[in-house]
């Protein structure tokens, strides 16, 4: 433990020079991963909303990590989506274009037989800095596994949504 405690110290003093932000994000899907199978019939199940807050770490060089909660309801299908993101900002002062990349946990709620499962997840957009606020609308793209129940639902692979995101 006494070896690690240099590296430990080292860290404490570069943490205060990183920004904490807090906010939230919304917006709605644009295609949704959500398919219900109906005889011969495939619909594509458009979801009502995507909101949730949001937490993200900026450290040095437009660097940052991003964490969301979001809850999606759509058509009486509900889920909870836990996105992990590693965000690089590019230059700029007030307008700065933005590209993310991770990994994302579902959770189903309201489908029998089907519960959690995994995907990447990939974005772009651009962020708009105010004093003490920052607007980040951004286009997402996910990508799950698919998943088939014995009633008729499927899970899709494809999912684009349409976000924006307001952080102090």
């Known amino acids: 433990m006494l070896r690690l405690l240099p590296l430990f110290l080292l860290w404490a003093t570069l943490l205060p020079a990183q920004h904490i932000g807090v906010g939230m994000k919304g917006g709605f899907p644009?295609?949704?991963?959500?398919?219900?199978?109906?005889?011969?019939?495939?619909?594509?199940?458009?979801?009502?909303?995507v909101v949730g807050p949001m937490f993200e770490l900026l450290l040095p060089a437009g660097i940052g990590v991003e964490l969301n909660a979001l809850y999606r309801r759509g058509n009486n299908v509900g889920s909870f989506e836990f996105p992990l993101l590693g965000k690089y900002r590019?230059?700029?002062?007030?307008?700065?274009?933005?590209?993310?990349?991770?990994?994302?946990?579902?959770?189903?709620?309201?489908?029998?037989?089907?519960?959690?499962?995994?995907?990447?997840?990939?974005?772009?957009?651009?962020?708009?800095?105010l004093p003490k606020l920052?607007?980040?609308?951004?286009?997402?793209?996910?990508?799950?596994?698919?998943?088939?129940t014995g009633r008729g639902f499927l899970t899709g692979t494809n999912q684009v949504d349409i976000l924006v995101g307001f952080s102090f």
């Open 134 to 148: 920052r607007i980040g609308p951004e286009l997402r793209y996910t990508r799950y596994n698919e998943r088939r």
């Open 30 to 49: 644009a295609i949704d991963a959500t398919k219900l199978i109906d005889g011969n019939l495939t619909s594509l199940r458009k979801g009502d909303f």
């Open 90 to 129: 590019f230059p700029g002062i007030l307008v700065r274009p933005t590209i993310s990349g991770g990994f994302v946990f579902q959770r189903l709620t309201d489908i029998p037989g089907l519960d959690n499962r995994k995907g990447i997840v990939a974005g772009g957009g651009v962020e708009i800095k």
